[in-house]
Nanobody, 122 residues
Framework: QVQLVESGGGLVQAGGSLRLSCAAS????????MAWFRQAPGKEREFVAS????????YYTDSVKGRFIINRDITKNTMYLQMNSLKPEDTAVYYC???????????????WGQGTQVTVSS
């Protein structure tokens, strides 16, 4: 069993920054992928970024490239999402998930955190 707990969300003005954390417990991740998804009100959950746990290979959705940085601390079993130059359209509940390395589809992730709210004011 894997447990994922997000933290770090909050309210920030446009142009500001936040760093989300996802602490994982349970089995180890050697070949797994970890990802961030987000879901805005009235919209479907969408892929944001992912990282292959063993190699650190990273994927981003186009809308966050150059603004968001995903990384992980293997010793702490924790993944991070540094979000810079935030825009009102980044407002959403952000979820971390564990699943198939390199995947962008929700169906490829089998463990999910409870989510953390990010609100960007204009």
């Amino acid at each position: 069993q894997v447990q994922l707990v997000e933290s770090g969300g909050g309210l920030v003005q446009a142009g500001g920054s936040l760093r989300l954390s996802c602490a994982a417990s349970g089995r180890t991740f050697s070949g797994d992928g970890m990802a961030w998804f987000r879901q805005a009100p009235g919209k479907e959950r969408e892929f944001v970024a992912s990282i292959r746990w063993s190699t650190g290979i990273i994927y981003y959705t186009d809308s966050v490239k150059g603004r968001f940085i995903i990384n992980r601390d293997i010793t702490k079993n924790t993944m991070y999402l540094q979000m810079n130059s935030l825009k009102p359209e980044d407002t959403a509940v952000y979820y971390c998930a564990r699943g198939r390395a390199g995947a962008v589809a929700i169906r490829d992730y089998d463990y999910w955190g409870q989510g953390t709210q990010v609100t960007v004011s204009s």
